[in-house]
């Protein structure tokens, strides 16, 4: 009984407007679920805790020191990584159980989201594109991440051939109108599809396109805009790769506040490569929660509206120069114009702020996780597959590893699963 109430607990605050919370609470929960799940300390993990050590200590001698900046981001992301890497030693929850107490909790708040949105619709108060929220909530990523957490269920529920489920979740999906992961949720489709040509993945080649097509046409009569304005994302980008301006060129335009024709993403990463040409940096990072991540941004006096981070007011050199001009409060309010400039990326973040040292090795344990999880896992492999693609490709595009609405629930579908090995031994 105890473990259903926790589920329940956990469920409402990763799907209702509680979530606001998370941000202070997170790391109770991530404690909570290496308490329960019994999560064991590895010599991989250790080397990792001493390369953290290591990146901290050198910036402290070479560069500035911002160390509630080190503490927060060490909350924040690097403890997500660290529980997502962990292996169990108790089997507490099957994945079954996750799914059926959170999917319940997520079909309530989804039914919400639809009520909202036809008040949005009748009345034409607010903004359609932002309608489907709900229980849900404006706080964090909003739409974003409320869009992604019902793919999720959506394939998970599509994969136990529980089809009105699986359809429900997809059109809630939709419903959110956030471009970018409609377009990641096809690509890691894709991807899994790719990698498994097999006949008994078939049948998801035919409902999945079929029931897409379905709800974008359903989606497009309700609301236009929306997938005209992807369209138009889409487009600019591609002029962008085919009319590239030079990088100092766009920086200088950026922070006089004029339109620049390269998206403000892709000059993150640009910049990011140049702060990486540092031999120093490029091994051990410019120190943890200082150039792109959620942590940086929280701590620069200016992204949130919290008044106890605002007092903090920490600009680190690198993320003050080449960050924080492609997203501020200028900007945003006069272009508030899409995730394509939106200079976010935990990729990004982990090779620049915690070095690639450090991520190289981050991402050589997951691998191996992901392919000892998939091998003894047949029955969910599928599954396994489209939410380690997913999962990717959504980091290299926003900061989700500092997102826990996200993160935690990876993380309980992830355990979940590779506990079930305990279970088995």
Request: with cysteine; glycine share 4%; hydrophobic share 50%.
């Amino acid at each position: 009984m105890g473990r259903k109430i926790f589920l329940i607990f956990l469920s409402v605050m990763l799907f209702t407007f509680l979530r606001g919370f998370l941000i202070l609470t997170a790391p109770i929960f991530m404690f909570s679920l290496i308490y329960v799940y019994r999560l064991k300390l590895t010599k991989s993990i250790l080397l990792s805790f001493a390369l953290l050590f290591i990146s901290v200590f050198i910036n402290l001698i070479f560069n500035e020191v911002f160390i509630v900046n080190n503490l927060f981001s060490i909350l924040l992301l690097y403890l997500s990584v660290v529980v997502l890497l962990l292996k169990p030693k108790r089997h507490y929850v099957s994945v079954e159980m996750w799914m059926d107490i959170s999917s319940k909790v997520l079909i309530f708040v989804n039914l919400t989201g639809f009520i909202n949105f036809a008040y949005v619709y009748i009345t034409g108060n607010g903004l359609l594109d932002d309608g489907f929220n709900g229980l849900y909530g404006r706080s964090g990523l909003s739409m974003h991440t409320f869009s992604l957490v019902n793919f999720i269920y959506c394939v998970y529920y599509f994969t136990k051939t529980k089809y009105k489920k699986a359809v429900f979740f997809l059109f809630c999906g939709f419903m959110c109108f956030y471009g970018l992961g409609l377009l990641l949720f096809i690509g890691a489709i894709a991807i899994v599809f790719l990698v498994n040509l097999k006949r008994k993945y078939f049948k998801y080649f035919i409902i999945i396109p079929l029931a897409g097509w379905f709800i974008i046409f359903i989606s497009t009569k309700i609301n236009p805009h929306a997938f005209s304005y992807m369209n138009n994302n889409i487009q600019r980008v591609t002029r962008t790769i085919t009319d590239k301006r030079p990088y100092d060129n766009e920086l200088r335009d950026v922070n006089d506040f004029k339109t620049v024709k390269t998206p403000r993403k892709i000059m993150a990463f640009e910049g990011g490569i140049r702060v990486l040409s540092n031999p120093l940096i490029f091994l051990f990072g410019t120190s943890p929660g200082t150039y792109n991540s959620r942590a940086s941004f929280l701590l620069n006096g200016e992204y949130t509206r919290n008044k106890l981070f605002q007092k903090i007011n920490n600009r680190p050199f690198y993320a003050n120069r080449d960050i924080y001009p492609l997203w501020n409060k200028n900007i945003t309010f006069q272009y508030n114009d899409g995730t394509r400039n939106e200079p976010f990326s935990s990729l990004l973040a982990l090779m620049v702020e915690y070095g690639v040292l450090q991520t190289v090795l981050i991402c050589f344990l997951f691998w191996n996780s992901y392919r000892r999880l998939k091998a003894n896992n047949e029955e969910y492999k599928f599954f396994i597959q489209f939410l380690f693609s997913f999962l990717l490709l959504n980091l290299l595009t926003e900061n989700y590893l500092e997102y826990p609405e996200f993160i935690i629930l990876i993380i309980m579908i992830y355990k979940s699963i590779e506990s079930n090995n305990v279970k088995r031994i």
